[in-house]
Nanobody, 117 residues
Framework: QVQLVESGGGLVQPGGSLRLSCVVS????????MGWYRQAPGKQRELVAA???????DYTDSVKGRFTISRDNAKNTVYLQMNNLKPEDTAVYYC???????????WGQGTQVTVSS
């Protein structure tokens, strides 16, 4: 079993920054993808950024140049540094861990990010 625990959400003014963290515990495969998704009210959940254990990092176009995803494999943790936040970034952000060998994904409980003046 795999558990994901997110932290770091909150309320921030436009132009501000937040850093999300997600600690993954349990049975962790050596080949995996860790990522962040978000879901705004009335919208579908969308990929924000993904970082595989080996390979290219992907970002959705709307966050390129503002968000940075990184991972610390020793701590089984993935981060999302969000700068220059905009009101349209307001959403619940979910951490995702994907076991590439088993073709199975796991979700965190979500953390609210609200960008408002």
């Amino acid at each position: 079993q795999v558990q994901l625990v997110e932290s770091g959400g909150g309320l921030v003014q436009p132009g501000g920054s937040l850093r999300l963290s997600c600690v993954v515990s349990g049975s962790i495969a050596s080949i995996n993808v860790m990522g962040w998704y978000r879901q705004a009210p009335g919208k579908q959940r969308e990929l924000v950024a993904a970082i595989p254990s080996g390979g290219r990092i992907d970002y959705t176009d709307s966050v390129k140049g503002r968000f940075t995803i990184s991972r610390d494999n020793a701590k089984n943790t993935v981060y999302l540094q969000m700068n220059n936040l905009k009101p349209e970034d307001t959403a619940v952000y979910y951490c995702n861990y994907f076991n590439s060998r088993l073709n199975r994904g796991y979700w965190g409980q979500g953390t609210q990010v609200t960008v408002s003046s």
